[in-house]
């Protein structure tokens, strides 16, 4: 499944950018978008948005010679994603007029819908080669997940705590979702939330063990939703890219009207 280490380091790169920017807005102020800073900040973001755009869907066709895991390639993909359209916002110089605003507007736009498309994405069961995993292979994982707890002795105190979670959950594929799919971010937090109030009275190895029983529990009851949601979570990625590949086909065009008309009137011209 895929995490979150894009996301912290997509985060930690904006920061360093936004330092380094913040530093030479105190020295000299906004950097214009037509200076040698704004332009570098232009053409690395740019090009960090061509990878996003390209690199990516390459890699989902070279099935003969792949390169890399999937997995691997949508972090970058992600990553790219956030920082690039981040350093083409601070070329900008804060204005917004003209085909730069709607390159702006349309680049806002894209990101989000790449946000939702990552939270969708991450509905779908995948290997780390990114091939979508059936629901046969889920309940395996799910027998698999079974024994384990059956195996598992219950901490003092805890097995009652647990008893209650443990309850498969019933897939019925018509009762499952948007919902399921939108809703369990918000499930997992207050699932991690409840195991450190029940640990907290616990000793040490009491405490270890019952962290251990509730990520297999969590494990269980995600693989049991992704099998009632699949066929929805899969009508929801294809219906997101239905959306998004257009509006990324749309800034890219305004991108480039933009940048041509950029190196014509502030090159060619002079």
Known sequence: MLGSRELWLAGLAIALVSGLYAS???LTGVPAASGFLGHSLGVLGFIL???TETLYSLRKRAIRRPWGRMRDWLRFHIFTGIVGPYLVLLHTAWEFNGLAGVVTLLTAIVVLSGFIGRYIYTAVPRTADGIVLEAEALRNEISQLEAE???TASPAGASSESRGTSAP????ENAAGIGWI?????????DRLQTWRRGRGLDR???QLLTQKQAALRRRRQLERQIASLST???LLSLWRSVHIPLGMALFVAAFVHAAGALYYATLLR
């Open 24 to 26: 030479a807005s105190a």
């Open 49 to 51: 948005m061509l990878s």
């Open 149 to 151: 707890l059956r195996a």
């Open 169 to 172: 959950i019933q897939t019925d």
């Open 182 to 190: 939108l809703g369990r971010g918000p499930e997992e937090i207050r």
């Open 205 to 207: 190895q009491a405490r």
């Open 233 to 235: 979570a899969r009508r």
